[in-house]
């Protein structure tokens, strides 16, 4: 199985980043994707399984080979999980 990344897509519009735990400057989580490492890397590569440019996205400290059993994602941001990646996520599997 090819090593995945975890990636965020922030949302980073003034309105959204003033929302963020008591108003702090952090950009909110819009979207959570799952990318596959470049080929005979360990760097994340240019697209996520759903096709989009990780350029612009914020790479999760979640990484799924250290929470074996658990999701590719962390549990806190499964509301946001983006359904293409999920089901390409359990097609790996």
Partial sequence: MMKIVVVYELDRAPAAVGRASGGDAA???????AAPTAPGSS????RTYCGKDTFAMETAPWKPA????????????????????????????
Avoid: I
């Avoid at 760097?43 to 240019?46: K, V």
């Fill in 66 to 93: 250290e929470h074996p059993g658990s999701s590719w994602y962390a549990p806190e941001y499964a509301d946001r999980v983006c359904s293409t990646c999920d089901a390409a996520m359990e097609d790996e599997t």
């Fill in 27 to 33: 950009p909110v989580v819009r979207r959570v994707h």
């Fill in 43 to 46: 760097a994340l590569g240019p």
